[in-house]
């Protein structure tokens, strides 16, 4: 009993685990972005796509990875503080996506496809929009507002894609309080099974 872990210092491995993911995916594609295609004017970020995860999994520590993803983006590009306000702080508009999990639950939307993409959608141009705002409030540039949009547009996609994908893998898009008490049930319900078995033979 003793070295099972506290749900605390799961979720604590958990959002660790999906940060280190996140830190490792945003510095291989800039890297890429860098030596490989520093002439595209696109840009791709998997923020939005694990914030979207996480979104399902732990609702409002969501923050950690918006914030993270922004920060890491800065700093391996060599922004101005600016920035980092701009990212960092812009990313955190995406907190907003909890408002339609908490209106029509976690599991409605992972099991509706069009819901689900969707909601992965709606993450990604959250953080966007976040960006904007910031961006026109620190230079009141409305053009730079809109590059945001216009050269992240994969970022979308890929969140897309990425919901499409996870809405699959059993426990990935669910609230991990729901997901811990489903395994420990099944669980005991095998327990059981093989028990009542054992004494029939």
């Known amino acids: 009993m003793r070295n099972q872990l506290s749900f605390r210092q799961y979720r604590q491995i958990d959002l660790g685990l999906f940060g280190v993911i996140l830190c490792l995916c945003e510095g291989l594609i800039l890297l890429a972005a860098t030596r490989w295609f520093p002439a595209e004017p696109y840009v ?47 990313n955190l508009l995406c907190l907003l996506a909890l408002l339609p999990l908490k209106k029509f639950g976690w599991k409605k939307i992972r099991d509706n496809v069009y819901g689900c993409v969707v909601f992965g959608l709606l993450v990604t141009v959250l953080m966007q929009t976040g960006r904007a705002l910031i961006t026109l409030l620190l230079s009141g540039d409305l053009s730079g507002c809109l590059l945001h949009y216009t050269t992240d547009v994969l970022s979308g996609f890929f969140s897309m894609l990425v919901m499409w994908i996870t809405r699959r893998l059993d426990g990935i898009l669910e609230d991990q309080r729901h997901y811990i008490k489903r395994i420990s049930r099944e669980l005991s319900s095998e327990t059981d099974s093989k028990n009542a078995g054992r004494m029939e033979l």
């Open 44 to 90: 791709l970020s998997v923020t939005g796509a694990v914030c979207a995860v996480i979104l399902f999994r732990w609702g409002g520590y969501a923050a950690i990875h918006a914030v993270l993803g922004g920060g890491v983006l800065c700093a391996l590009s060599g922004a101005p503080w600016t920035e980092y306000l701009v990212y960092c702080g812009g």
